[in-house]
Structure formats: C-alpha cells, structure tokens
C-alpha cells in the first residue's frame, strides 16, 4: 500500500521518519528551515532531496489489518525507500519511533545509507515500561500563559513541554498536533502490541559512517540513558544531552539542534567525498 509523502529540494535523497502517532509535519516542522538556513548559507553547497513520508496509521497513510507490528511498520519503510531512492546512496534522520526505525533501515543498507540522524531516538529498551527515564520536569513553566489555553490543548501539549511558551505552543499546534487529531488509534493498537522489532537495530555490524544522536535531558519518554547504551555500535557519533529540552526538542532547543544537525552533514559529505575518490 503507498505511503503519502511529501517531498521538497533535489539532490542527494533524505529519509526523514516521524514518530509515533504524529505526522510528516513534525519533520518539515525542523528539518525544512534548517535545510532553508543551510542552502542560503552556502549556495555551493550539496543539495538536497527531502522525503518525508507519513508512516501507516498516522497521517494520510491508511493502515490495513496487515499491520500486526514494528516489522511491518518497518517493511512499509523499506519499501518506500526501494520505490523512491532504489539503490541511490542517502541519509536517514528519525525522530523518537522514527529513530528506532532510522537505525533499522542503517542496519540493513549499511553501504547505502551516508548518515544516520536521531533526534529523541528510543534507546535499547523499545517498551515503554522498560525505559530508564527522568521524571517529568517542567524547567521553563509559565503558569500564565497555560492557563490561557483550552483544556485539551493544555493537557496534550503540556504532557511533553519542558519550556511552557507561546512559541513552542505555537510550534505544537501546527506541527505536531494536526498529526495527533489523524492517527489511527485502532489501528496502531494492533501494531503495539509488537512494538519490538523482531531483529534489533543494533544487532548487526557497528554503523561506521557518520551519525548524530540528539536527547533531551528532561525527556521523560524515551529518556537519555538508554540512548547512551547504543553508543558503541556507532563509532563515528556525536551524542549530546540537551537541557532544557524534552521529547520535543527540536521545539525547544532549536537552535542548538541546528548546530548539531549541521555539523553532521559537514561530516556525511567530507566521509561521502573521501569515498567517491
């Protein structure tokens, strides 16, 4: 079944994979300004092909009692990148179930995948309840501005906000929230219940090209330690704990994103570059 997507640039192709129960929005929420950003900042620079499907379920991608769990979720990947990018070289980037998935698809095509992005990525526990993770902690409240909103909106953003501001609200509403009000609870039930991958991401040969993984010191979703536990099988990653940031980091602490993302891709293009001579 198609998975809807949305697509922006031309160049070097990147995979870029929501997490659980948003939509592609979270991702063109970050990722597009930054790529904005990037381009006009050094217009000789390689360009870039962004894709961003929206996986099934979530979004405008319809999911079918096919969907059982994390591996057809991660067959559904996969054929995505076998009809859109083939056999073409390409970077991933994932955010938190995104993230597990990313480093899935690394594990598979290490020769093919140039980069590998995580940003709130789940750790070696994929079950919630296994997680190691920080109580939630509000460091930035503006009681406020909280009590302006409605109670809905109060309750869903205010779960995850680590900063509490008429911006990362902003910011939430149009680009993490439409995703929310689409999911398809049912349907992604049926896939919880094996939320596992039946083969772990990390289980084959260390991913020895460039990766970046970002975590937030307040996230209290996917957490940080288990995060860290990853490390070793990526012997060229930067890994940073952000404070004053949660599960939606790249809200929170954008600009600081932004220099860890760029600082990745100078890295995936000097290692692509020593590998083309």
């Known amino acids: 079944m198609p998975m809807h997507y949305v697509a922006h640039g031309r160049g070097t192709p990147v995979l870029a994979i929501h997490g659980w129960t948003p939509d592609h929005r979270l991702m063109t929420g970050f990722l597009e300004p ?32 096919k969907y059982r769990g994390s591996d057809d979720m991660l067959e559904a990947v996969q054929g995505f990148v076998d009809h859109m990018i083939g056999d073409a070289p390409f ?14 698809v690394a594990c598979a095509r290490p020769e093919q995948v140039l980069g590998l992005g ?17 109580p939630h902690t ?22 995850l906000a ?13 680009e993490i929230a439409p995703g929310l009000a689409l999911a398809d609870d049912e349907g992604l039930v049926r896939v919880a219940r094996r939320y596992e991958l039946s083969t772990a991401p990390e289980s084959g040969a260390p991913f020895e090209r460039p990766a970046l993984i970002v975590t937030g010191r307040q996230d209290d ?3 940080y330690a288990d995060v860290y536990a990853l490390l070793e099988h990526y012997p060229r990653a930067t890994f940073a704990v952000l404070d004053r940031a949660g599960h939606n980091l790249q809200l929170e602490q954008p600009v600081l994103l932004d220099a860890f993302l ?3 891709l100078d890295r995936v293009e000097e290692h692509a570059e020593r590998a083309d001579r």
């Open 34 to 65: 930054f790529f904005a950003r990037r381009a006009a900042a050094r217009p000789e620079a390689r360009t870039y092909r962004r894709l961003y499907p929206d996986l099934p379920g979530m979004g405008q991608t319809e999911i079918t009692e």
């Open 162 to 174: 680590v900063v509490q501001s008429p911006e990362t609200y902003r910011r939430f509403r149009e």
């Open 138 to 159: 509000v460091i930035a409240p503006d009681p406020d501005f909280m009590a302006t909103l409605p109670p809905a909106d109060a309750a869903s953003y205010g779960d």
């Open 262 to 264: 760029d600082e990745w």
């Open 221 to 223: 979703n996917t957490g």
């Open 118 to 134: 995580l940003v709130c990525p789940i750790g070696k526990e994929a079950r919630h309840s296994k997680r190691t993770l920080p």
């Open 91 to 104: 970077i991933v980037v994932g955010e938190s179930y995104g993230g597990y998935l990313a480093r899935a």
